[in-house]
């Protein structure tokens, strides 16, 4: 085993839609990269989906749907494992111990528990409350020292960090490594904006571009993106739409190509439609195949039934022997 491959990741996405660019660029594509290096758990938060209350259908297409891109985004299961995060009920276990150490103060501070009672005033409900308490579970269940994840789930991290010191302190032992973030070029955590003007890419938001859409979709949705009436003066500042518009193609056009554009900005020359024409293409291009393999994959139910059951398997076994420390150091193991 490498030096690296000593080291865990872990990471998950809620099965609420399919996986769009910001999931992409935020999360999947460094789960890629990682999991020849590193020992890598990645699911898919089912459990956390259900905060917002989904029909029994749609979790059933939700999670298969995410498997499937897991996939076809090119996380291999014979590198990683690949869970589901209900097939490992230990999660839940350690959940109810960290819960006993979470203060309602600091739940109530967070800045995602704000947004969503301000977003739902009539589903604050207790699940949404600890959710960092959840996420804090999957990750130092398997005592992760890297968590991939977008610039959005910063807080919660710095939580989770928080519950695995507290646990640490309390029992007066270094059970679980304090978890960092990792970001894919060694930078900042990034944000993938929407083309509607302004804030995050997000499927709450409703101005996701999906890895899984029709191209004829995607040039329709870039085409309508926000922008303005264009530059006045020479060199000028960038408002914020046309500032996402060049950050998004920065993610999935070359350096020549936003060169050219950035060029044409501050000469004060740029034609928008020509640079969304481009930024349409671009992005195609990069998910044409990923949608192809999505199609391959998604009916072939025998081979997802395989992955999540062996990756459960996996995963359950990893989990199983941090909770039987946790349970000895909390005095939960019979010694009589
Ligand atoms: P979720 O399902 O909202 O998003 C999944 C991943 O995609 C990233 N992401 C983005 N990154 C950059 N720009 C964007 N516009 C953008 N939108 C989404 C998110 O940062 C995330 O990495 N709470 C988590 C799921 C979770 C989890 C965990 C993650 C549960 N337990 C343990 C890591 C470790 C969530 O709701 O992600």
């Known amino acids: 085993m490498t030096e690296k491959k000593q080291k865990t990741v872990v990471s998950g996405i809620r099965p609420t839609g399919n996986l769009h660019l910001g999931n992409y660029f935020g999360a999947v594509r460094s ?24 029909t029994p259908d749609n979790l059933q297409a939700g999670v298969k749907q995410v498997l499937a891109e897991y996939l076809a985004c090119g996380i ?14 230990e999660v839940v276990e350690l959940y109810t111990f960290l819960n006993m150490n979470a203060y309602l103060g600091e739940l109530e501070r967070t800045t995602s528990f704000k947004e969503k009672a301000r977003q739902n005033p009539d589903n ?20 992760a020292h890297f968590v991939p994840v977008g610039k959005d789930q910063e807080q919660n991290l710095e939580m989770a960090r928080k519950f695995a010191t507290r646990f640490n302190h ?30 995050k890419m997000g499927k709450s938001e409703g101005n996701g571009i999906f890895l899984y859409e029709d191209p004829a979709d995607i040039r ?50 740029i034609r928008y439609g020509d640079m969304k024409k481009q930024l349409a293409e671009d992005i195609i291009a990069f998910t044409a195949p990923i949608r192809e393999r999505i199609l391959a994959i998604r009916n ?21 022997k941090t909770l039987a420390e946790v349970k000895a150091l909390i005095g939960l193991k019979r010694l009589w």
């Open 220 to 269: 329709k949705k870039v085409m309508r993106a926000v922008t303005d009436s264009g530059p006045t003066m020479m060199n000028q500042e960038k408002p914020e739409p046309i500032r996402n518009l060049f950050t998004l193609m920065k993610i999935v056009s070359t350096p020549e190509t936003v060169a050219f554009f950035d060029g044409q900005y501050n000469q004060c020359v």
């Open 124 to 143: 604050v409900n207790a699940g949404l409350l600890t959710y960092p308490v959840l996420m804090a579970a999957d990750i130092i269940i398997h005592k």
């Open 170 to 199: 309390m029992y007066g032992h270094r059970l679980f490594p304090l978890p960092k973030p990792f970001t894919f070029d060694g930078h900042e955590m990034i944000k993938v904006p929407g083309l509607d003007g302004s804030g």
């Open 300 to 320: 072939d139910e025998v081979y997802l039934a395989r992955v999540a059951r062996e990756g459960a398997e996996k995963a359950r076994e990893s989990a199983a």
């Open 76 to 89: 291999d299961p014979e590198q990683a494992t690949i869970f589901i995060q209900s097939d490992v009920p």
């Open 31 to 54: 789960f890629v990269k990682m999991q020849s290096e590193y020992r890598c758990y990645f699911f898919i938060a089912d459990l956390h989906s259900l905060t917002t209350h989904p």
